[in-house]
């Protein structure tokens, strides 16, 4: 079984302060994991993965994320935070092989970016 | 940049009614899946899709919902007999398989009344 754990339901950070959207994962084997985010009304969009190679991923919108095997953690960072940050932010994980596919989602965590 | 369609974006329908959500993956991809999210809640998975037949189901997907690929695009879920409690905001998705991330549609918001 797979699961994660986004342990805040919501984060408040001021603009252009760093910010920190926690995530812990449970996986059976190598894990791949994902974040997205959710603007009010909208789909998922993807901003970043960890596949393998370099803990520290970067994404789309200046955002990057530190893969922690020892801690199984995948904290979502931004250097300065945006206003238009603000929105759902979804952490997943998938585990293969066995031909099973799906991803299996956090809580998801409130972002909110205080101008 | 290639999208998932989804259609309609939004569908009213009255508790006992049959539905079907619409939607197209990406042309190249070979998984399909189906998402629900309650009220901006939790993304939970329903069903994946592989080679034309389910891969993999949740306890949510009972004999009440039904996928198909009809025609080689299209990939639809039905949901036979509507309840109240199959509000949400459905999501389609299709990945290329492998370790790669998986594309949402934007998503069908059903309201059941």
Known sequence: AQSVAQPEDQVNVAEGNPLTVKCTYSVSGNPYLFWYVQYPNRGLQFLLKYITGDNL??????????????????????????VSDSALYFCAVRSLPGGYQKVTFGTGTKLQVIP | EPEVTQTPSHQVTQMGQEVILRCVPISNHLYFYWYRQILGQKVEFLVSFYNNEISEKSEIFDDQFSVERPDGSNFTLKIRSTKLEDSAMYFCASSDGGATEAFFGQGTRLTVV
Request: overall charge positive; hydrophobic content about 30%.
């Open chain 1, 57 to 82: 991923v970067k994404g789309s919108y200046g955002f990057e994320a530190e893969f922690n095997k020892s801690q199984t953690s995948f904290h979502l960072k931004k250097p300065s935070a945006l």
